[in-house]
């Protein structure tokens, strides 16, 4: 069964400052990658996607993405991080091999944005 | 502005009291999702529907069941709640297809507790 690691809890930025926010997966079949941002008290908005195709994604935002299948990873970055980027974000993988669809979340990083 | 609709955004409920959480969608979407989100835990899935009156059980589906009559209609019920589903409660839809069926659009969220 796939499943998706995102092993930081907590991060706190700068403003202004890069980020990165690791996600690890596993899957045997090549995978869809996702990442999603919730706000508070907000349900889940997509930031991007990658299905196939180039490997550095774009995303709403600012937020990029890129998928390395040698490490099995799909990390999301921003090169300049604003105070409203403060959330907690998601990285998922979808399923591209059964009859159904469903998609498999990591435990997410809540990411801090200091002034 | 398409959106997948949760009609109560907080709940109270007490302990053996059956609880009903809805979901309407106006995307037209053929799939739709309850997922539970707890802190650590990340989101997991509950159950899925789809197609209407039809319905999977996703990776936590004890002491859950779902109605689809409709294909804007999704409910939760939880029979005879317990303190243990605590909890937020996100819906989901998608449409069909191999790539976009990943692409989940998600309600604000239903957020029950259970005294």
């Known amino acids: 069964a796939q499943s998706v690691t995102q092993p930081d809890i907590h991060i706190t930025v700068s403003e202004g400052a890069s980020l990165?926010?690791?996600?690890?997966?596993?899957?045997?079949?090549?995978?869809?990658?996702?990442?999603?941002?919730?706000?508070?008290?907000?349900?889940?908005?997509?930031?991007?996607?990658y299905f196939s195709g180039d490997t550095l994604v774009q995303g709403i935002k600012g937020f990029e993405a890129e998928f390395k299948r040698s490490q099995s990873s799909?990390?999301?970055?921003?090169?300049?991080?604003?105070?409203?980027?403060?959330?907690?974000?998601?990285?998922?993988v979808g399923e591209t091999n059964t009859g159904f669809q469903k998609l498999v979340f990591g435990t997410g990083t809540r990411l801090l944005v200091s002034p | 502005d398409v959106k997948v609709t949760q009609s109560s955004r907080y709940l109270v409920k007490r302990t053996g009291e059956k609880v009903f959480l809805e979901c309407v969608q106006d995307m037209d979407h053929e799939n739709m999702f309850w997922y539970r989100q707890d802190p650590g835990l990340g989101l997991r899935l509950i159950y899925f529907s789809y197609d209407v009156k039809m319905k999977e059980k996703g990776d936590i589906p004890e002491g859950y069941s779902v109605s689809r009559e409709k294909k804007e209609r999704f409910s939760l019920?939880?029979?005879?709640?317990?303190?243990?589903?605590?909890?937020?409660?996100l819906c989901a839809s998608s449409p069909i297809g191999q790539a976009g069926a990943n692409v989940l659009t998600f309600g604000a969220g239903s957020r029950l507790t259970v005294l």
């Open chain 1, 20 to 49: 990165e926010l690791r996600c690890n997966y596993s899957y045997g079949a090549t995978p869809y990658l996702f990442w999603y941002v919730q706000s508070p008290g907000q349900g889940l908005q997509l930031l991007l996607k």
């Open chain 1, 74 to 92: 799909f990390n999301l970055r921003k090169p300049s991080v604003h105070w409203s980027d403060a959330a907690e974000y998601f990285c998922a």
């Open chain 2, 77 to 89: 019920i939880l029979e005879s709640a317990s303190t243990n589903q605590t909890s937020m409660y």
